[in-house]
């Protein structure tokens, strides 16, 4: 290991920083390859090894489409559009991601930083106002939502009717099908009608720009198609990013010698967001679930073709075969890429993105606010829970 005597920061004891998983165990295949049985009633292999999860994500035959039907094998309650880029399959995929891949490269998401400096800017003045500081409401809550509005080209009031949408979205809420769908089909309705030109969307931002370009696919991309890319923009560069963010900021709160060290050793910002990154959970998935195509050779053994399977991508960020003392934040770690943000051809788009909000919004954290601490026990804070969705939901703090 890299780390050296000083620097000895580990999540392993941060309060409900990890969910309960959302499956049940049990028991192993006949091969002897570890099984779970999914909210769906489907049996999955599950895969947790580095290797094998790695494997399972490069692979451009395993199947995501036949998944996302009526009665299929899922996390969620319900199935959602075949158009969105996490339920198609090659050679769809590829058509329909090259149209939007450039728009999130890390030199195209840079652009963004003056925006980025300016709304950090503003929340950081707003914070400093407060009688009773709340750092998850003031800051955290509105960077990565203003961000994707002028990155979108979004007005920011509209965010007042899609965001607690996207909010139940995300949540997926197994006990509400019925709002849910309620709240999903508002959702899409909405993004509709910026697609359709019938809601005013900015000249210059992402909307105006895929609406511009979407012939560059062979065919263009329909109406239908434009919607689901762009559905993934509204809820993963708000929503996903915020929940990252919002727990690796706690970490660093409910680690006082590790804040402080960043404050005093500014460089070590980027690999130790990296190395939080790798190790925070999303939501109570890492993954959607596939269906092979062929057989797959695994550390566990065969799995056979047609076999669902959960490739736990955050199992395997904790790997002590890939990543020695794995819950050790290391800012020196030498090895394999994590999982956080998939492999292959479902790679999240927002990578750089939320790289961009999270290295920045720490690195002004810590050297603007040097004693900042958390102004609660962290055992008593209230959280926001879901399957995709799942972070604190406030974060009183004080300096």
């Not at 165990?25 to 009633?41: C, M, Q, Y």
């Not at 728009?103 to 106002?129: N, Q």
């Not at 990565?144 to 949408?165: C, H, K, M, T």
Request: net charge negative; hydrophobic share 40%.
């Amino acid at each position: 290991m890299s780390v050296d005597s000083a620097f000895r920061a580990s999540v392993g004891a941060v309060p409900h920083l990890d969910a309960p998983p959302h499956y049940t165990k049990t028991d192993p295949s006949p091969g002897g390859v570890p099984r779970i049985v999914l909210p769906s009633g489907h049996v999955a292999a599950h895969l947790t090894r580095y290797r094998d999860v790695f494997a399972v994500l490069a692979d451009p035959t395993c199947s995501r489409s036949v998944t996302n039907v009526e009665d299929g094998p899922s996390f969620l309650p319900t199935i959602m559009p075949k158009e969105m880029l996490l339920n198609l399959d090659v050679p769809d995929h590829a058509r329909m991601k090259t149209v939007a891949n450039a728009e999130y490269s890390a030199r195209a998401v840079a652009a963004l930083t003056p925006v980025l400096g300016t709304v950090v800017d503003e929340r950081f003045a707003a914070l400093r106002a407060e009688e009773r500081p709340d750092l998850f409401r003031t800051v955290l809550d509105e960077v990565p939502i203003r961000v994707n509005s002028v990155f979108l080209g979004l007005p920011l009031a509209d965010r007042e009717y899609y965001r607690p949408l996207g909010h139940t979205v995300q949540r997926a809420p197994a006990d509400d099908v019925e709002g849910l769908l309620a709240d999903f089909w508002r959702l899409y309705e909405y993004v509709t009608d910026l697609v359709r030109g019938a809601r005013p969307v900015r000249e210059g931002g992402l909307i105006a720009r895929l609406l511009a370009g979407r012939s560059a696919s062979t065919p263009p991309l329909t109406d239908e198609e434009l919607v689901a890319l762009l559905l993934g923009s509204v809820l993963g560069a708000d929503q996903n990013i915020l929940s990252v963010l919002t727990k690796a900021v706690y970490v660093l709160l409910v680690s006082p010698g590790l804040w402080g060290r960043l404050h005093d050793e500014p460089t070590l910002v980027t690999p130790v967001c990296e190395e939080l990154i790798r190790l925070i959970p999303l939501g109570t998935i890492s993954a959607f679930p596939r269906v092979l195509t062929r057989d797959v050779e695994t550390s566990e053994g065969i799995v056979p073709e047609g076999s669902v399977v959960y490739a736990d991508a955050f199992a395997a960020n904790r790997d002590p075969e890939a990543f020695p003392d794995p819950l050790t934040i290391d800012p020196g770690r030498r090895g394999p890429r994590h999982l956080q943000f998939g492999y292959g051809m479902h790679h999240c788009m927002g990578a750089a993105l939320a790289r961009l909000e999270i290295t920045t919004l720490v690195g002004r954290l810590v050297a603007e606010f040097p004693g900042m601490t958390l102004d609660a026990d962290p055992h008593t804070l209230p959280w926001d829970t879901g399957t995709v969705l799942r972070r604190p939901a406030a974060l009183p703090v004080r300096w």
